[in-house]
């Protein structure tokens, strides 16, 4: 059998998910593509040649929707990415990454402080190594100013909101402005 025919249940549901229909909140998957549909559809055929005449078919038709991306296919860790580099961002909930109770959702990110510079409103901007800034939204002062290479943690805070510390100290409120 062709390696490109192989296709695991996982990477099914993986296509499955990332071609889903966009929504406020998914609460269910939708059903899977006609793609899968027909690779699904040929576990039932007895005969061997039938059923490998069947995959290489519908193989052909799910990366000719690759290709056109009418399919997209993430695995887990593309998607831990992408929710990490998302962090902080208010986006609406399309369930193209799963909801917010699956297990790759990204509840914190940790980092190191490359400067920081002053909002103007009292408090500090800060950038991360990662690229990503963040604005102080909160008038609380830092016992030690923070400085470039203290390692700093953004955790998600109640309603929507973010705290970010540095260097152990107590967290401050921020949003992410890039």
Not at 40 to 54: Q, S, V, Y
Not at 108 to 133: K, M, P
Request: proline share 5%; hydrophobic share 40%; net charge positive.
């Amino acid at each position: 059998m062709r390696s490109w025919a192989r296709i695991s249940l996982g990477s099914i549901a993986v296509i499955a998910l990332a071609s889903a229909s966009a929504g406020a909140k998914q609460p269910e998957a939708g059903p899977p593509p006609p793609q899968v549909n027909a690779l699904l559809g040929c576990r039932g055929i007895a005969d061997g040649a039938e059923r490998l005449a069947c995959y290489d078919k519908a193989a052909a038709g799910i990366s000719e929707a690759v290709a056109k991306k009418d399919i997209v296919v993430y695995d887990r860790e593309a998607v831990r990415k992408t929710k990490r580099g998302l962090f902080g961002f208010s986006a609406p909930g399309l369930g193209i990454f799963g909801d917010d109770n699956d297990e790759v959702e990204v509840k914190q990110i940790e980092g190191e402080l490359v400067s920081t510079a002053f909002n103007g409103d009292g408090g500090y901007i800060f950038r991360l190594a990662d690229g990503s800034r963040w604005t102080q939204m909160d008038g609380k002062p830092f016992a030690l100013a923070p400085s470039s290479g203290d390692k700093v943690v953004v955790k998600k805070g109640a309603l929507g909101s973010y705290i970010l510390s540095v260097a152990r100290q107590p967290g401050v409120k921020v949003r992410r402005i890039n």
